[in-house]
């Protein structure tokens, strides 16, 4: 079975300060791991995602994650927060069947 | 090269109501999604689809039907509105997700059941 949880739902940092969204996830398998960001009365966009090449993973807009399989955790970390970067955040698994299994979201405030 | 597109983008129908919405991608992907967000909730699979003349149920499929009669769409019907199904619906479309590839989401459609 797979799954993943948001251990945060709404988290809110100031302009300028570092940002950090944590997803623990739970496979049976060897998995794929996503970060995807929705913007305010917006679809979904792929922000990054993990595929067993490397553990540090760079995506768009200044974001990286680590997969740390001792910890099964892939958080999201950008070291300078912008006013842009105010959305919902999706960390996402999958890698064996046919489906994808979302956590709850993180909301991210950006204070000015 | 459009991506993935989704009609309508707003609906608005009374309880008992019918309704198709219409996912269409341009990408040659095989799997077809439909999800539901609600607020707290993430998205929620409904029912999905690995190629062309298949579906298969998700999570919440009950009170929604699905047809992929051509590669390039994926149908949602509601043949009998409930307020329950009020929701942001999103279609997504990949390649095999167990490859490792991602997904790519359409714009959503607000539908609102009175």
């Known amino acids: 079975a797979q799954s993943v949880t948001q251990l945060d739902s709404h988290v809110s940092v100031s302009e300028g300060t570092p940002v950090l969204l944590r997803c623990n996830y739970s496979?049976?398998?060897?998995?794929?791991l996503f970060w995807y960001v929705q913007h305010p009365n917006k679809g979904l966009q792929l922000l990054l995602k993990y595929t067993s090449a490397a553990t540090l993973v760079k995506g768009i807009n200044g974001f990286e994650a680590e997969f740390k399989k001792s910890e099964t955790s892939f958080h999201l970390t950008k070291p300078s927060a912008h006013m842009s970067d105010a959305a919902e955040y999706f960390c996402v698994v999958s890698g064996y069947g046919n489906q994808f299994y979302f956590g709850t979201g993180t909301s991210l405030t950006v204070i000015p | 090269n459009a991506g993935v597109t989704q009609t309508p983008k707003f609906r608005v129908l009374k309880t008992g109501q019918s309704m198709t919405l219409l996912c269409a991608q341009d990408?040659?992907?095989?799997?077809m999604y439909w999800y539901r967000q609600d607020p707290g909730m993430g998205l929620r699979l409904i029912h999905y689809s690995v190629g062309e003349g298949t579906t298969a149920k998700g999570e919440v499929p009950d009170g929604y039907n699905v047809s992929r009669l051509k590669k390039q769409n994926f149908l949602l019907g509601l043949e009998s509105a409930a307020p329950s199904q009020t929701s942001v619906y999103f279609c997504?479309?990949?390649?095999?997700?167990?490859?490792?590839?991602?997904?790519?989401f359409g714009p959503g459609t607000r539908l609102t059941v009175t």
């Open positions: 496979s049976s398998y060897s998995p794929s």
């Open positions: 997504a479309s990949g390649r095999d997700p167990s490859a490792f590839y991602e997904q790519y």
């Open positions: 990408m040659n992907h095989e799997y």
